[in-house]
């Protein structure tokens, strides 16, 4: 199988030593009272039923058997890692390697979905990327999920619009979700994407609906509905929204499921530039199997069960695994670092271990393998790794 041969060929790579450096700032790590980080839950979006009935429904594994572009596989190296990675589409037709319009951020796979490793049957990997042109706000697409059937030979992939239903002058429509989408997590039927200084939208699976082409984004004028020529959108199901919090706030930056926690739980962690006086802090939520929902009170509040100030700048992603976190950092544009850290100990770097521009973390226990995509242009890959190699 292709799991087990890329987890052999990772493990016996003859990998270069690592750069290894203790992280001063971690020996100051201070646990915090869990209890000030509270996320109140939304109604599931009422709109969504209207929606279903005026749009044609579509699975998961459709997107999956109408993928339109191939994925390259390419080994890459960094500083004591080599990746057997895959590389976006770099045609002459679409160029996802290198444009400047989109940039990746998210990953999440279907060992997150499913502790069994696939979603109905497969194994599929799941990446956001956000609009990043300068147009003015109406313009903007917001966020679409590259769908990444790792079946197929090569690894193939369609993009999904992210929307949100909501009522326009009276009627049913959608639009888009204008939002960074620096970290996913996808559980069950259930995605979870972090909205920076919200807390988390989240879409559900069960409810893909192919939609015509055309420019706009919802209804549109002579009828039907069109997603700026995307076939696919998934719909915002619900919220969860910071409800009196601390000052500041939490920076919503990126976040992982971890299913080595009971319950299992949603771990989130705020970027901040070394410039930026913020906290950096590491929060954890737990998060219901039975319904894919944070755990909330009578009163529909989510309430933190474990937060850290952990004085680490520029974390881009973060997971944990029996206790143990790995944090991806980036460099600006040089190599990134992966950082390994217990509570209580001393973190350990490995030094430019990653290619430039390191985003979000998910870990499949089925593998042993953890994925992370990188954001630079020209230089963007799905990388995964074992991350029992590193210090």
Excluded: C
């Amino acid at each position: 199988m292709f799991y087990q041969s890329l987890l052999q060929s990772l493990l016996f790579s003859p990998f270069l030593p690592f750069l290894l450096l203790s992280s001063p700032a971690v020996t100051t790590a201070e646990k915090l009272d869990e209890a000030a980080f509270k996320l109140k839950e939304s109604g599931y979006n009422s709109h969504i039923a209207t929606l279903s009935q005026l749009l044609p429904g579509a699975s998961v594994l459709d997107v999956l058997a109408a993928t339109n572009h191939d994925m390259v596989a390419e080994e890459v190296h960094a500083v004591g890692m080599s990746y057997k990675a895959t590389r976006w589409e770099n045609s002459a037709s679409f160029n996802d390697f290198g444009t400047t319009s989109w940039y990746p951020q998210g990953v999440s796979t279907s060992a997150d979905a499913y502790d069994v490793g696939t979603y109905e049957g497969k194994r599929v990997t799941l990446v956001s990327w956000y609009d990043n042109r300068d147009v003015p706000a109406a313009e903007n697409k917001g966020v679409r999920i590259a769908f990444v059937d790792r079946d197929k030979s090569p690894d193939a992939y369609r993009y999904v619009l992210l929307v949100e239903p909501y009522l326009n002058a009276g009627t049913a429509d959608f639009r888009a979700v204008n939002v960074h989408a620096g970290g996913i997590a996808w559980y069950g039927n259930s995605l979870y994407i972090v909205d920076t200084n919200k807390g988390f939208r989240v879409f559900d699976l069960t409810q893909i609906w192919k939609v015509e082409t055309g420019d706009g984004i919802g209804r549109k004028s002579s009828g039907g509905f069109s997603a700026a020529n995307y076939a696919y959108v998934l719909p915002q199901s619900r919220t969860y929204t910071q409800t009196n919090p601390p000052t500041p706030s939490v920076r919503f930056s990126f976040v992982s499921l971890d299913r080595t926690t009971t319950p299992d739980s949603l771990l989130v962690g705020e970027y901040q530039p070394a410039s930026d006086t913020g906290p950096r802090r590491f929060i954890r939520w737990s998060i219901d199997y039975t319904n894919r929902q944070l755990i909330t009170d009578s009163a529909g509040v989510a309430t933190a069960t474990w937060a850290y100030e952990v004085n680490i700048d520029r974390m881009q992603g973060v997971n944990s695994v029996n206790g143990k976190f790995y944090i991806s950092r980036s460099n600006g544009r040089s190599n990134g670092d992966f950082i390994s850290w217990v509570p209580g100990s001393t973190a350990k770097i490995a030094a430019n271990a990653v290619p430039e521009g390191p985003e979000d973390l998910s870990y499949d226990k089925t593998t042993g393998l953890m994925y992370t995509v990188t954001e630079a242009v020209n230089g963007r890959y799905i990388l995964p790794f074992d991350p029992k190699i590193l210090p």
